[in-house]
C-alpha cells in the first residue's frame, strides 16, 4: 500500500491526486508522543475556570498528504484542568451544520441541568453557558463528548472528544513523574482520507476502527531514562474498542480509575479498558531499550463477520535510555481513603438484553428502549443503593451512570462470585456477556440522570434509561 501511495505521487502527469492511483492510508507511526492542546483559561480571577468552546467541522492530517473532515473542539480535542473547589464556566457554540448536540461532562459531579443530557440538545448554530461548581475530593480524570441522541456515535467517532482533568489541593503523586494524558480514539479511514459512515456490522457491534490512536497518532514515541517514574492517565475514548493492555519491558502500577486515585498503589500485568472508562497508572522504566503498551487478546463477543483481531497492537513505545535518572522519589504507599458507601436502601435490577425485531437489532434495559419522556426509575438524594446489571446478551456492554461514581461489590457468572482487591470509584464498569455485576453508589444532586451502554451506538440505539433523583 505505502509503494502504490508513493508512486501515485512520482507519476508526472497529475494524476497523483485522483483516489484511484493511492492505495490504503499509512499511518506515520513513531513520532515523539505531542501534548493534546489545552482549553486556556480566560478567567482573571483564581477559582474560576472560564472557557469558550465550540463543536465544529474541521481538516486533521492522519496520514500523509491527506485530509480528513472531521468534528473538531475548538480544532482538536483540548485538555481542560481545572482544580477541586473551582467554579467553571464554559460557553458552548454548536458549529457542527444540520445536526443538534450537546457536551456531557462524563463522570463528572455536575447539576443534571449542566450535564449535557439529551433532553437539552442546542440546535444547530446556537450557543449555551454551562456552568458548576468542582467539589472538594473531586480530582479525577473525566472527559467530555457530545450526547445528543441518535447522533452520539457519530459525533464522537468524527472526532468530538475532550479531557478534563479536575487537580487537587494536594497531589500525593511526586510531580517527578510528570503527568502525561493518553487519550485512545481508533480511526477508519478511506483512500480519499475520509471517515467512511458506519455499516449495519458497526452499528450492531459498536464501531470498531482501522487504527487506535494516543493522542491522535499511531504508536507515537516517549522517551524515558532508565530508573524513571511516570504518571500516565489513559482515557478510552473509543466509540466500542475494549483495550486489554499490558506494558512489555517496565513495570506497572495502578493508583487511579474513573473517580480519581485508589486507596493504595497496586502492582499489575495487564488491565482492561472498556469504553469510556480511564486509569492513572505509574510506569516504572528499569530497563533500557523500548518498553511497548500493547493490547492483548480479548473476546468482548462478536456478531457477524469483520471481527477485529484484539491483540498484538502496539499503542505507544517508550525509548528507554542507557543513562539513569537521578533522584526518582518513591511512590507513597498510601494515597487516600475511600470510605465504603453505607448498606443500600434499594436495590435496582437491569438487564441487559439483545433482540432481533425484523431487521432491525434491538438492545434493551429491562425490555425497554430509551425514551427521553419517559422515568424508568425514582431516586432520592443521598439514598444509597445496590445495583444489579444482569447481562443476558451475547457480548459484553460496559455500564455508565451519569452524574456520581459508584464502587463496585461484587461479579458474578455462572454461579462464582468474585470481589474487587481494591477499593475504587467508577462511573463505567464492564458487564461481561452472561455476567451480572453489582454496585453500590448514591447520588448527591437532584434531577434526571442517564445511565446506558458505553458501546455509543448501543446508546444511540437505545440501551439506555432514566433515573429522576428527587430531592
Ligand atoms: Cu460518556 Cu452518557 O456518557
Ligand atoms: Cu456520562
Ligand atoms: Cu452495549
Redesign the pocket.
Known amino acids: 500500500a505505502q509503494m502504490m501511495h508513493d508512486m501515485g505521487h512520482m507519476g508526472a502527469s497529475g494524476a497523483h491526486d485522483m483516489p484511484m492511483t493511492r492505495g490504503k492510508p499509512v499511518l506515520p507511526e513513531g513520532q515523539p508522543l505531542r501534548e493534546l492542546p489545552r482549553l486556556m483559561n480566560e478567567a482573571g480571577e483564581a477559582g474560576l475556570f472560564k472557557a469558550r468552546l465550540a463543536a465544529e467541522p474541521g481538516l486533521v492530517r492522519f496520514a500523509d498528504r491527506l485530509d480528513t473532515p472531521a468534528l473538531l473542539y475548538n480544532g482538536g480535542n483540548p485538555v481542560i484542568e481545572a482544580r477541586e473547589g473551582d467554579r467553571v464556566e464554559i460557553r458552548f457554540r454548536n458549529g457542527i451544520p444540520d445536526e443538534p448536540t450537546t457536551v ?1 461532562w ?2 463528572m459531579p455536575v447539576p443534571a441541568d449542566q450535564d449535557g443530557n439529551p433532553m437539552e440538545s442546542i440546535a444547530s448554530g446556537s450557543e449555551r453557558l454551562y456552568a458548576f461548581d468542582l467539589p472538594q475530593g473531586s480530582a479525577a480524570s473525566y472527559w467530555f463528548h457530545p450526547h445528543p441522541h441518535g447522533f452520539t456515535a457519530a459525533q464522537v467517532y468524527r472526532g468530538l472528544a475532550g479531557i478534563f482533568l479536575v487537580k487537587p489541593k494536594d497531589d500525593p503523586i511526586p510531580a517527578e513523574y510528570g503527568d502525561t494524558v493518553l487519550m485512545f480514539t481508533d480511526l477508519r479511514i478511506a483512500e480519499d482520507g475520509s471517515m467512511p459512515a458506519s455499516n449495519m456490522i458497526d452499528v450492531m457491534n459498536g464501531r470498531v476502527g482501522d487504527h487506535v490512536l494516543v493522542n491522535g497518532q499511531k504508536n507515537p514515541v516517549l522517551t524515558a531514562r532508565k530508573g524513571e517514574k511516570r504518571r500516565l492517565r489513559l482515557f478510552n475514548a473509543t466509540n466500542a474498542r475494549f483495550l486489554r493492555l499490558a506494558f512489555e519491558n517496565a513495570a506497572m502500577v495502578l493508583i487511579g480509575t474513573d473517580g480519581g486515585l485508589i486507596e493504595a498503589p497496586v502492582g499489575i500485568d495487564e488491565l482492561l479498558l472498556a469504553p469510556a472508562e480511564r486509569v492513572e497508572l505509574i510506569i516504572s522504566f528499569d530497563r533500557p531499550g523500548a518498553a511497548k503498551l500493547v493490547t492483548l487478546d480479548y473476546d468482548r463477543g462478536w456478531m457477524g463477520p469483520g471481527k477485529p483481531e484484539a491483540a498484538g497492537i502496539t499503542l505507544l513505545t517508550a525509548n528507554v535510555s542507557e543513562e539513569a535518572a537521578p533522584n526518582v522519589p518513591l511512590l507513597p504507599a498510601t494515597l487516600r481513603t475511600i470510605d465504603r458507601l453505607a448498606e443500600p436502601a434499594v436495590t435496582r435490577r437491569f438487564v441487559l438484553t439483545e433482540s432481533m425485531e425484523g431487521m432491525e437489532m434491538k438492545f434493551l434495559i429491562n425490555g425497554a428502549s430509551f425514551d427521553m419522556n419517559r422515568i424508568d426509575e425514582i431516586s432520592k438524594v443521598g439514598q444509597v443503593e445496590l445495583w444489579e446489571i444482569v447481562n443476558q446478551a451475547d457480548m459484553d456492554h460496559p455500564f ?1 451512570v ?1 452524574g456520581t461514581q459508584f464502587q463496585l461489590v461484587e461479579r458474578e457468572k455462572d454461579g462464582a462470585v468474585t470481589q474487587p482487591s481494591y477499593r475504587a470509584w467508577k ?1 463505567t464498569v464492564n458487564v461481561a456477556a452472561g455476567e451480572t455485576v453489582r454496585i453500590l453508589l448514591r447520588q448527591d444532586l437532584p434531577g434526571r440522570r442517564m445511565y446506558h451502554c458505553h458501546i455509543l451506538e448501543h446508546e444511540d440505539l437505545g440501551m439506555m434509561g432514566t433515573v429522576d433523583v428527587r430531592a
Open positions: 456531557h462524563h463522570g455508565h451519569h462511573d
